[in-house]
T-cell receptor
Framework: TQLLEQSPQFLSIQEGENLTVYCNSS?????LQWYRQEPGEGPVLLVT?????EVKKLKRLTFQFGDARKDSSLHITAAQPGDTGLYLC??????????????FGKGTKLSVIP | NAGVTQTPKFQVLKTGQSMTLQCAQDMNHEYMSWYRQDPGMGLRLIHY???????DQGEVPNGYNVSRSTTEDFPLRLLSAAPSQTSVYFC??????????????FGQGTRLTVV
């Protein structure tokens, strides 16, 4: 059972278009992170959201954490070819004994066509 | 700083062979982990360690062993390679799993093919 469901799985858009990627779960997370992974590389952290309803902006990228801390979205405005990559959401769950465990969604593969 | 370093980058094994994937971090991170990434499956946790001398199983531990004798190193051993272990393997480290929102730093991955 996948704890975090990402949609869509694949997305191909023209340069300049806007897009939104979703990350949903039935579990409540302590925090939610978004990573971007480029071919042949490991994932790199883009943002961490902690508070329900929190919105963070990183240039053309807007991240939102749902009020109930069960879901998140990533919105990209005016997509550019450099945005191409695999976007992964990761939820942090308290696993007891003072520690948190990170679980990843399957990712959204984004292609931005010039 | 080098961050998280994985070796080798590519490896081809025959079924039944054993090998060790190396992972080292120079950030004095407490937490280290190994993931495998397969098409359509995302990142799945194999084993993790919360400190030197302490390891535990993740979601898909069968066929793999780990040890953590130092803070810096966290090798992953394939005991008897099988074609189902063909995958891209990532090592990651974090400062502490006791911190909310702690960032995971990943290596560049090892692409393993078992024939």
């Amino acid at each position: 059972t996948q704890l975090l469901e990402q949609s869509p799985q694949f997305l191909s858009i023209q340069e300049g278009e806007n897009l939104t990627v979703y990350c949903n779960s039935s579990s409540v997370f302590s925090s939610l992170q978004w990573y971007r992974q480029e071919p042949g590389e490991g994932p790199v952290l883009l943002v961490t959201v902690v508070t329900g309803g929190e919105v963070k902006k990183l240039k053309r990228l807007t991240f939102q954490f749902g009020d109930a801390r069960k879901d998140s979205s990533l919105h990209i405005t005016a997509a550019q070819p450099g945005d191409t990559g695999l976007y992964l959401c990761a939820g942090q769950l308290y696993s007891g004994a003072g520690s948190y465990q990170l679980t990843f969604g399957k990712g959204t593969k984004l292609s931005v066509i010039p | 700083n080098a961050g998280v370093t994985q070796t080798p980058k590519f490896q081809v094994l025959k079924t039944g062979q054993s090998m060790t994937l190396q992972c080292a971090q120079d950030m004095n991170h407490e937490y280290m982990s190994w993931y495998r990434q397969d098409p359509g499956m995302g990142l799945r946790l194999i084993h993790y360690s919360v400190g030197a001398g302490i390891t535990d199983q993740g979601e898909v531990p069968n066929g793999y062993n780990v040890s953590r004798s130092t803070t810096e190193d966290f090798p992953l051993r394939l005991l008897s390679a099988a074609p189902s272990q063909t995958s891209v393997y990532f090592c990651a480290s974090s400062y502490s799993v006791a911190l909310l929102g702690t960032e995971a730093f990943f290596g560049q991955g090892t692409r393993l093919t078992v024939v």
